[in-house]
């Protein structure tokens, strides 16, 4: 019997850690669509990258870089978080992009402190 009570309190505990570190994974932005959407294959240029996480971000704390096929720096406005929406990071665009191939470089900060970041590709024809 006290076996069973050892093993019960085992299996408890390693399920109560799973479920903190399954919530604690859950906390992090994660990039959930983007305009352009990565792999995107646009005609025109975009006035602006729209990427939208899955929890409210720092806008303070979180940024893009615009990278062209030639992985040079391309110009962008200041990231900001749209009003209304602390989920979605807005960088506008300083002048039309030209045909080619492009990489979003981004970081973010959450809200709760935890930082993420990746990237996307996508071109203009």
């Known amino acids: 019997m006290h076996k069973k009570l050892i093993s019960r309190m085992v299996i408890a505990l390693a399920a109560a850690g799973l479920m903190t570190f399954s919530s604690l994974a859950a906390a992090h932005a994660h990039l959930q669509s983007s305009?352009?959407?990565?792999?995107?294959?646009?005609?025109?240029?975009?006035?602006?990258?729209t990427l939208n996480f899955s929890e409210d971000i720092e806008a303070a704390?979180?940024?893009?870089?615009?990278?062209?096929?030639?992985?040079?720096?391309?110009?962008?406005?200041?990231?900001?978080?749209?009003?209304g929406q602390k989920n979605r990071l807005i960088v506008g665009l300083s002048q039309p992009l030209q045909a080619g191939s492009y990489q979003v470089n981004w970081h973010v900060l959450s809200v709760d402190g935890h930082k993420t970041a990746g990237s996307y590709r996508f071109s203009v024809k």
Do not use: C, Y
Request: proline share 8%; charged share 20%; no cysteine.
């Open 61 to 83: 704390f979180s940024g893009v870089t615009l990278l062209d096929s030639e992985q040079k720096p391309v110009a962008t406005a200041k990231a900001r978080v749209e009003s």
């Open 35 to 49: 305009i352009p959407a990565a792999k995107a294959q646009v005609t025109t240029s975009p006035d602006a990258l």
